[in-house]
Each structure stands twice: as structure tokens, then as C-alpha cells.
């Protein structure tokens, strides 16, 4: 257990590092992902949906989509360091904002760490119960198959991203964190019942 927190805390220093150049943008990114104004939701929703209707009039080929897309990263993670050391000088970095950037990070390692355990546990489920794992790989890939099959790419992408954009202002949001625990307990009294019969 020791271990674990220690390797916690290396990657806490690591990611902390890393992301030194860019806590004047995470911090306010942070409020808006996490819905501190009620108004938040509606820029998240609104952003994806302004850069997926970009995208879908567009109609850009893959190639084209992920070369401009890695210039357009790469364009700032050139800028936005230089932009902020010169406009944001680190004296003007108080100690709320450093306890705010610490706990983002530390949720992100955090986050990190349970998707690659539940990868792992996964991946792990192959030698311990290769017919289990066998059937959770084709039934997930059969039903992503079917889905892309059937379904427009930018929309399902769309769909993806703009759950992805939503999901930490819901995980911060009291009232679906209530709806949710009483889903996960009906869905838990439901396969207890099934067991019982």
C-alpha cells in the first residue's frame, strides 16, 4: 500500500510538471468543464457542436483532419507557454489557485491510474477466464461494428466528445450524482431478484 501511494505521488509530481506551462488555462478550463456557473453547460454544448458543424461542412479526409489537427496542437503547445509566462507572471500565482491546480492534478492521476486498472483487470480477465473475456471483446466489438455501420462517424464522434465534454459537470452535480446512486441501487435490487429466481 505504501508502494502505491508512493507511486501516486511520483506521478502527482510528474503530471504537475508537465502541466506547470499550461495552470493558467486549466484552471478556468476546470470551472467551465466542472459547471461552476449555470451557464457553463451551454458553452460545453455549444463549443462541440460549433467545431462538429465545422467539421461535417467541411467534410475534411481523415489525413487532411489529423494533420491539422496535430499543427493545430502543436501551434499551441508552442504558444500558450510563452503567452502565459509573458502575460501571467508567476508572482501574480496565489495559494488557492495552487491548492486548485493540485487537486485537478491529483484527479487526473487519480482517473489516470482506475482506467488503467480496469484496462489491466480486463486485459488480466483473458488468462484467468478466457471465455468471459472472449465473450465481453466480441459482444462490445460486434456492437461498436454495428453501431459504426449503421450510424454517421462525425455523429457518433460528436456524440462521443460532447459525452466526454459533459461528464465531469455531471459527476460534480449533486442532483445526478442522487439520480445515479438510485439507478445503480434499482439496477442492484433488479440482479439480486434475478439471482433469487
Not at 20 to 43: A, C, F, M, N
Not at 48 to 73: C, N, R
Request: proline share 4%.
Amino acid at each position: 500500500m505504501d508502494s502505491l501511494a508512493a507511486d501516486q505521488e511520483k506521478q502527482l509530481k510528474k503530471i504537475k510538471r508537465k502541466l506547470e506551462s499550461w495552470r493558467e488555462v486549466i484552471l478556468p478550463l476546470h470551472s467551465v468543464l466542472t459547471w461552476d456557473q449555470k451557464w457553463y453547460p451551454g458553452v460545453t454544448f455549444g463549443s462541440i457542436s460549433i467545431i462538429y458543424l465545422f467539421l461535417w461542412f467541411l467534410d475534411p479526409p481523415i489525413i487532411t483532419l489529423l494533420s491539422t489537427l496535430g499543427m493545430m496542437l502543436s501551434v499551441m503547445d508552442f504558444l500558450v507557454p510563452t503567452l502565459i509566462t509573458k502575460f501571467y507572471p508567476s508572482s501574480s500565482w496565489t495559494k488557492n489557485e495552487e491548492k486548485l491546480f493540485e487537486e485537478i492534478c491529483k484527479s487526473i492521476v487519480y482517473h489516470y491510474n482506475w482506467m488503467y486498472i480496469t484496462f489491466h483487470s480486463f486485459y488480466k480477465m483473458r488468462e484467468t477466464s478466457p471465455r468471459v473475456y472472449y465473450i465481453l471483446l466480441i459482444s462490445m466489438l460486434s456492437v461498436s461494428a454495428w453501431i459504426g455501420a449503421t450510424t454517421n462517424n462525425v455523429f457518433i464522434m460528436y456524440m462521443v466528445t460532447l459525452f466526454l465534454g459533459l461528464l465531469p459537470g455531471l459527476l460534480c452535480n449533486e442532483k445526478f450524482s442522487v439520480y445515479m446512486g438510485q439507478f445503480i441501487h434499482f439496477i442492484n435490487k433488479f440482479l439480486q431478484s434475478q439471482k433469487k429466481d
